[in-house]
């Protein structure tokens, strides 16, 4: 499982690629980043341990939502303390390493920036609404080596477009995806989002989610071999020490 437990962090902070270290590993994944110094805007992955799951009144008031950029609606990580944040613009790639090639799970939820923007609305941002059937979707796609999808999972962020309101969410908790269904001979994951909120210029919901616990194993073929693998060497080594 990549939970981000490798990495060090102050209690209560963050890691946004300040550093232009161009990305992080975590259980032996990369997840890239990319900061931009004149800005001090980041895009792509970082990683958190804050545990804030509430916006200020005096936030709320004025819809000053961007400080919570770095925390969970659910309030802190899904496994151990830290987890990573997602910023897709237009579409985002997970590279998976050679051992990694089958993925099962991952846990998803909204980064608390997202989920008060669309629960109150902002200067950005609508507030959503079943009379508008609104929707914020992360879709997670598995590429092959030749970067053609093999197939996709939807995850419904928050969805107002059932009749039955009872059925709305914005989601508020820590929520596993199943991903079996992508099959063997995954090398990428692509995260792409979109929403309901659309403006001229794309769109309008902040395009965040928080991810933990990702877990991939290796396709059945490569499995065996490194079984295979291991077997021979502990039979050499049974022979060497029979031989001495």
């Given at each position: 499982m990549?939970d981000?437990?490798?990495?060090?962090?102050?209690?209560?902070?963050?890691?946004?690629?300040?550093?232009?270290?161009?990305?992080?590993?975590s259980?032996?994944v990369?997840f890239?980043?990319?900061?931009?110094?004149?800005?001090?805007?980041?895009?792509?992955?970082?990683?958190?341990?804050?545990?804030?799951?509430?916006?200020s009144?005096?936030?709320?008031?004025?819809?000053?939502?961007?400080?919570?950029?770095?925390?969970?609606?659910a309030?802190?990580?899904?496994?151990g303390?830290n987890?990573a944040?997602?910023?897709?613009?237009?579409?985002?790639?997970?590279?998976?390493?050679?051992e990694?090639?089958?993925?099962?799970?991952?846990?998803?939820?909204?980064?608390?920036?997202?989920w008060?923007?669309?629960?109150?609305?902002?200067?950005?941002?609508?507030?959503?609404?079943?009379?508008?059937?609104?929707?914020?979707?992360?879709?997670?796609?598995?590429?092959?080596?030749?970067?053609?999808a093999?197939g996709?999972?939807?995850?419904w962020?928050?969805?107002?477009?059932?009749?039955?309101?009872?059925?709305?969410i914005i989601?508020?908790?820590?929520?596993?995806?199943?991903?079996?269904?992508?099959?063997?001979?995954?090398?990428?994951?692509e995260?792409?989002?979109?929403?309901?909120?659309?403006g001229?210029f794309g769109?309008?919901?902040?395009?965040?989610f928080?991810?933990?616990?990702?877990?991939a194993?290796?396709?059945?073929?490569?499995?065996?071999?490194?079984?295979?693998?291991?077997?021979?060497?502990?039979?050499?080594?049974?022979?060497?020490?029979?031989?001495?």
């Open positions: 990549v981000f437990g490798d990495l060090s962090l102050a209690a209560e902070s963050y890691y946004n690629g300040a550093d232009e270290a161009g990305g992080f590993t259980g032996g990369f890239p980043n990319n900061y931009n110094s004149m800005w001090d805007v980041w895009q792509d992955f970082v990683y958190s341990n804050r545990t804030t799951s509430e916006v009144a005096a936030d709320l008031a004025s819809g000053n939502f961007l400080p919570y950029q770095y925390e969970t609606r309030g802190g990580a899904f496994a303390e987890f944040v997602a910023f897709v613009g237009g579409s985002l790639r997970l590279d998976l390493p050679a990694r090639r089958e993925p099962q799970s991952m846990a998803v939820t909204n980064v608390l920036y997202a008060a923007s669309m629960t109150h609305g902002d200067s950005f941002s609508k507030q959503f609404t079943a009379e508008d059937e609104d929707f914020f979707r992360l879709t997670i796609r598995g590429l092959d080596a030749a970067e053609a093999i996709e999972v939807e995850v962020l928050a969805d107002f477009r059932a009749a039955d309101a009872g059925e709305h989601l508020d908790e820590w929520t596993v995806v199943d991903l079996t269904t992508l099959g063997g001979g995954v090398h990428s994951l995260f792409t989002m979109d929403s309901s909120d659309v001229d769109m309008n919901t902040p395009a965040f928080a991810m933990d616990g990702l877990v194993v290796p396709e059945p073929r490569l499995a065996a071999l490194v079984f295979g693998l291991a077997a021979l060497s502990g039979a050499l080594a049974l022979r060497r020490r029979r031989k001495a």
